[in-house]
Nanobody, 124 residues
């Protein structure tokens, strides 16, 4: 059984940084493209970063470009979302999501597994 377990959220002041982790168990991380979403209360889920594949760059939402960076530690079967220069508007629950289809991401892609979500709260 494949599971995605997230960690790393919390409360941080504006301008601070957090790194979210998403550990894949049951299958190797290299089998999937890993994307990151967030959802604020009363808002729709938003795609934050869609991982590239085979040398393609990661696609970031305009709201996080230049501040957020994805990475992968295949040896640890873990995907990361590094978030710098955080703003109060980044406050949301963050989710990692894995897709076997490496060519299509939200809204056309199909996601096979989701993390449980982790809360990020940025105070002003």
């Amino acid at each position: 059984q494949v599971r995605l377990v997230q960690s790393g959220g919390g409360l941080v002041q504006a301008g601070g940084s957090l790194r979210l982790s998403c550990v894949v168990s049951g299958r190797t991380l290299s089998s999937y493209a890993m994307d990151w979403f967030r959802q604020a209360p009363g808002e729709e889920r938003e795609l934050v970063a869609a991982s590239g594949w085979s040398g393609e760059p990661t696609n970031y939402a305009d709201s996080v470009k230049g501040r957020f960076t994805t990475s992968r530690g295949n040896a640890k079967n873990t995907a990361y979302l590094q978030m710098n220069s955080l703003k109060p508007t980044d406050t949301a629950a963050y989710y990692c999501a894995a897709r076997i289809d490496k060519d299509n991401y939200y809204p056309t892609g199909v996601y096979d597994y989701w993390g449980q979500g982790t809360q990020v709260t940025v105070s002003s």
